[in-house]
């Protein structure tokens, strides 16, 4: 999908869906848009200039036996990523995280929103592989769209509250 | 799950019950004729329900309406920002009340929709026969993307696909604009087969 127009309009722009990953290098942007309780997670290997993003639901799959994995859930969303990062050439060892959205869209829904949940449940599992979390842009109650500059590492994500932020 | 054509007309025909009902609600609050038509029901994969509603970034008001008991599932109402503008131009006569944006009109709007989903809500529960309790109906103002994440959320963790039950309504404004609205019922998975039985179609 191409987000922008000149200039860069030939750079190839993927469109990450709900549930969905994908790896790719420079030039590819990918994105992910309208993040509400869904949390994008990228990794980035600043040296090869390979990354990847993950579109997050739920914290884990409910059902492992009957659901097979799927980037929908964090724990196996995480691990399908690094499994595909190494494959395309990246080094374990220089990954870095960075997570955007995991909001709480409406706000008077009572108890722990899944949003805080997705966030709480990354954050506990990059701890666990040891991946250094260099970025977040978590939280609060709104939406927010992620383009991933695989050039520069950097993610730029747009919201209709708070404009740009560049992690 | 699979749904055949004798399944998706029993409930397109609850979906026009309660849209009748909802109309009613309506029409009885705004003083003007609603109509309020079911154009199709279907079965849609997780990751095109934000299409349905208008695409990831488009920018809407939303009310959710959740509900437990012996029914459950979300009800949500999205309304592009100028339907939004028309549909308080049916409820707001004072100018200077109707220029105000739309983020101070979110009491205004969540009761409304709230009214014609709870009378869409009660149409159901006595068609069905089924006993269902609405929770507090919430408004936000944003991405339909990230709106409609928390309700597949709930959804993803029993199945890959969402029935999806749109409801369209109408009524003129003031100045005689149509008020376009979209509203998406979306039962749970045992929910679903609950009312398939209650209609004999399961």
């Known amino acids: 999908m191409m987000v922008n127009a000149p200039p860069g309009a030939d750079i190839e722009h993927v469109l990450v869906g709900i549930g969905e990953l994908a790896v790719a290098r420079p030039p590819t942007i990918l994105a992910a848009l309208g993040l509400g309780s869904c949390v994008g997670l990228t990794l980035y290997d600043p040296v090869k200039h390979i990354g990847g993003l993950a579109h997050i639901m739920l914290p884990a799959n409910p059902q492992p036996a009957r659901l097979p994995p799927s980037a929908r859930f964090a724990d196996q969303a995480l691990a399908l990523l690094m499994t595909r990062m190494l494959e395309a050439g990246a080094h374990r060892e220089r990954l870095e995280a960075k997570i955007v959205g995991g909001a709480h869209m409406f706000a008077s829904l009572t108890g722990q929103g899944i949003g805080q949940r997705n966030i709480t449940a990354l954050r506990h599992l990059l701890h666990q592989q040891g991946i250094p979390l260099v970025a977040t842009d978590v939280g609060g109650q709104w939406g927010r769209s992620i383009e991933f500059d695989l050039h520069t590492g950097l993610v730029r994500v747009r919201s209709f509250r708070h404009g740009e932020n560049l992690l | ?202």
């Open chain 2, 1 to 202: 799950m699979e749904l055949g054509e004798t399944q998706l007309d029993a409930l397109k025909e609850v979906g026009n019950i309660g849209a009748g009902h909802a109309a009613t609600a309506l029409a009885n609050l705004t003083g003007r004729k609603i109509t309020m038509t079911v154009p199709g029901v279907h079965l849609v994969p997780l990751e095109q329900v934000a299409e349905l509603v208008g695409g990831y970034e488009a920018p809407v008001v939303a009310v959710l309406q959740q509900f437990g008991g012996e029914v459950r599932g979300s009800i949500l109402v999205v309304l592009t920002e100028p339907n939004a503008h028309r549909l308080i131009r049916l409820l707001v006569t004072d100018a200077s009340l109707v220029a105000q944006p739309l983020v101070a009109h979110a009491g205004r709007l969540r009761h409304v929709v709230g009214v014609l989903i709870i009378s869409y809500l009660t149409a159901l529960s006595q068609f069905v026969g089924r006993w269902l309790e609405p929770e507090e109906a919430q408004v936000a103002f944003d991405m339909a993307g990230a709106i409609i994440d928390d309700v597949l959320a709930e959804i993803s963790q029993e199945a890959d696909v969402a029935l999806v039950i749109e409801t369209e309504f109408h009524a003129p404004d003031a100045i005689g604009d149509l008020v376009a609205g979209y509203m998406l019922l979306l039962p749970g998975l045992d929910s679903l087969r609950m009312i398939l039985t209650a209609l004999g179609v399961d």
